[in-house]
């Protein structure tokens, strides 16, 4: 069975950095696209970028400019680089994966707070 492990979640300072990874357990070929998502409390999960195999990206309005999705192959990872981090980005962030057959794997979730 496919695995989605996220990390990098934390604590930070408004204008500060993180960055999240997200680890196939099997092989990132398994995917045709692969994202990130988040969701905070009492608001529905939403999208904040995704990459394809092919290595397109496509980004939320509100982080476009300050978050970069990348992928490497090599290691099955999918990384989210997050600079000038806001308060409003505070949120559970996950990973997600759809494979060529359209089936969807989750993460588990990496908590990300940033404080003003």
């Known amino acids: 069975q496919v695995q989605l492990v996220e990390s990098g979640g934390g604590l930070v300072q408004a204008g500060g950095s993180l960055r999240l990874s997200c680890v196939v357990s099997g092989t990132i070929f398994s995917f045709n696209a692969m994202g990130w998502y988040r969701q905070a409390p009492g608001k529905q999960r939403e999208l904040v970028a995704t990459i394809t195999s092919g290595g397109s990206t496509n980004y939320a309005d509100s982080v476009k400019g300050r978050f970069t999705i990348s992928r490497d192959n090599a290691k099955n990872t999918v990384y989210l680089q997050m600079n000038s981090l806001k308060p409003e980005d505070t949120a559970v962030y996950y990973c997600?994966?759809?494979?060529?057959?359209?089936?969807?794997?989750w993460g588990q979730g990496t908590q990300v707070t940033v404080s003003s």
């Open positions: 997600n994966g759809v494979t060529w057959s359209k089936r969807e794997f």
